[in-house]
């Protein structure tokens, strides 16, 4: 086949849980091109390495970082030198380094998915170090790329301002316009009385999601449960506030669900939660998939009032935005969504308009042919 109608995503993670690096492969597929994906999986339990088009490389991480992403380079770069491809995806920072040298012997175009502002990651807001690394890293390999891809105007102004480059582009993080084949009766599967509420987060379990905000608001309002739909590193510290704060039996973690059956379990919530922390300028300026994930299975969203976050719950109506700073604000919005039936149907039927515009489809064919016409 045609180089130039190969693509190579490289990616820190496992493909077959990530929304966009699905949505964007399907989208190349359907637009004729031959896709080879190159992912990483260290959190599932018991997975093995798969192999082929999508190849994805079982990681152990163990005791040293360092060994980690030795191994990580390791792999990456050996596969990248036996990928042949007319444009390669740098999917998050850590590949981006690889991603540039490798496409400059194969001269190729080198595509960077900034998902996040990530020197200023909430998880390195103590490392100076390691940020100031990244910064110098990034700074380097970014103007060697065609295009810098962003989630959000913010993102997209934040990056031009800070490295004096214009090649952005925004690709919001939109899931598919679809419906539930199979709504999953999270009552009945996790015994939740009929006449409680379900909250619902879906991501990775990290300090600074909100996470432990909501847990806590969960003493002061009665009939609720939590449902977490994802795994991470701060799963157990959770699991162990919980218990501290009584809240045990009413909050579920159901570990990772795949792309394509998450919208079964997300329908099956009453009202999605995304408490992003402004702890670091990259949260601050976040907009989530998990977002766009509730509206599309027509969950009435409690979100923070961080800007982009507010911008899409006020625009369209689906849901509150809140300031979390003070405790009882949560308290009092989830009194408000639990008790206010019409606030919930207005908000589920906002949703649904609100999906017809928000999602990949629609994303995608503003800028297709921009990135590969």
Not at 65 to 90: D, H, V
Not at 119 to 127: E, F
Not at 181 to 196: Q, V, Y
Not at 279 to 301: C, R
Request: some cysteine.
């Amino acid at each position: 086949m045609n180089n130039n109608l190969t693509v190579c995503i490289a990616f820190l993670g496992n493909p077959d849980y990530d929304s966009r690096v699905t949505n964007l492969s399907n989208s190349l597929h359907n637009d004729g091109y031959r896709v080879r994906i190159i992912g990483f999986d260290w959190q599932t339990s018991g997975f093995k390495s798969q192999f082929g088009e999508k190849s994805i490389f079982q990681l152990k991480k163990r005791g040293s970082s360092l060994f980690f992403y030795i191994k990580f380079a390791f792999i990456l770069l050996r596969e990248l030198l036996s990928t042949k491809a007319g444009i390669y995806f740098a999917e998050d920072i850590y590949t981006l380094p690889f991603v540039v040298l490798v496409s400059k012997l194969k001269r190729g175009k080198v595509y960077y998915e900034s998902r996040e502002l990530y020197a200023y990651l909430g998880g390195l807001r103590n490392q100076k170090k390691l940020q100031n690394a990244i910064k110098k890293i990034e700074k380097f390999f970014i103007r060697h790329v065609e295009w810098v891809i962003t989630t959000g105007k913010m993102d997209s102004e934040f990056l031009e301002n800070f490295y004096g480059i214009k090649n952005t582009i925004v690709l919001r993080n939109l899931p598919l316009l679809q419906s539930p084949d199979k709504i999953i009766d999270l009552r009945s599967e996790l015994g939740i009385p009929e006449d409680h509420k379900i909250l619902l987060y879906q991501g990775v379990i990290l300090d600074g999601r909100g996470i432990s905000l909501i847990i806590k608001s969960m003493s002061f309002v009665e009939k609720t449960h939590l449902v977490i739909l994802g795994q991470g590193e701060k799963e157990k510290s959770f699991k162990r506030l919980a218990a501290e704060l009584r809240v045990a039996d009413r909050i579920h973690f159901m570990g990772v669900v795949p792309q394509p059956k998450l919208i079964n379990y997300t329908t099956g919530a009453d009202i999605g939660v995304a408490l992003i922390e402004n702890i670091s300028i990259s949260y601050y300026y976040a907009l989530p998939n998990k977002l766009f994930e509730y509206i599309m299975a027509g969950l009435p969203v409690l979100c923070s009032d961080l800007p982009q976050m507010q911008e899409i719950v006020k625009s369209y109506n689906v849901g509150l935005s809140i300031n979390i700073d003070d405790d009882k604000n949560i308290v009092e919005a989830l009194v408000q969504m639990i008790s206010d039936e019409k606030l919930l149907n207005d908000c589920r039927v906002n949703c649904k308009l609100a999906s017809k515009e928000l999602n990949w489809v629609s994303e995608y064919s503003k800028v297709k042919n921009l990135l590969f016409g």
